[in-house]
């Protein structure tokens, strides 16, 4: 059966107790770290600095909220070696946290091909990082995600870069609305990719005149979630759909206290049909 999360993308100014009590007032399973407080990089704050993450997974536990999964800012499209390997630090960075929370791995983005760059290289580029990452991170359990997402967001595109990819155990976060919104592409799993998807990100939209997205409340845009859902079903998904609420970059959308129930009541009217 699959489990529900968000992202804390959604309620950017949230402080750690607020997003653990709207996890269980709205009836969600779990939560997906990306923003609190305003930060993107968790271990800036009390509650993710290593003398207190014990206790801060106590009270995730405590609620009966699972982490599922930990993003980081990383990304691998950069031309040069040692922009790459920050971003490998970086991503190793946000994996102790992960590690620490008892999440089942991290989040990165391929992400963008550069000016000047070839999509062939790109892909290399970020299998290659994506690599390392999996193999330094192997001994603390914490797998590496990648997201659909960017100039990698259709299937073809990820599969490009798994092809590459020297490591099985590198999954997939699949978001389906990035594709959709840039090309119309239907929500389908592909069968390269079935095996590596580890975690789904859900957002409603619709495409205005000139073809870019508008986020709307779960159930009010134009997305196939159908499509989607019958996908998943067909590759026996049981992983967490974590509703991704972009609000920390679209500040004008809905304030999280609408959203995210938003969400639930949704997500429990599809679940009665």
Partial sequence: MMKTSFSTLGCPSWNF????RAAVDYGYDGVEFRTVCGEVDLWKLSDFQPSALARTRKHI???GI????????ACFHSPGVAERKGNVDLALRMAEIAAELGAPAIRVFGDRIQPGCSR????KWIADSLTEL???LRPENIEVWLETHGDFATAADVCSILDKADEESIGVIWDPANAFAQTGEKPVV????ADRVRHVHLKDLRRNVQCTPEYVLTGQGEFPFETMFASLAGINYGGFV???WEKHWHPELAPPEVALPNFIEWWKGREAR
Avoid: P
Wanted: negative net charge; aromatic residues 4%; proline residues 0%.
């Fill in 61 to 63: 536990e405590g609620a």
């Fill in 66 to 73: 699972l982490v599922s999964c930990v993003d980081t800012s």
């Fill in 120 to 123: 062939e290289d790109t892909a």
């Fill in 17 to 20: 107790s607020q997003i653990l």
């Fill in 242 to 244: 974590s509703f991704e």
């Fill in 134 to 136: 999996a193999e330094q």
């Fill in 190 to 193: 592909a069968a390269e990719m």
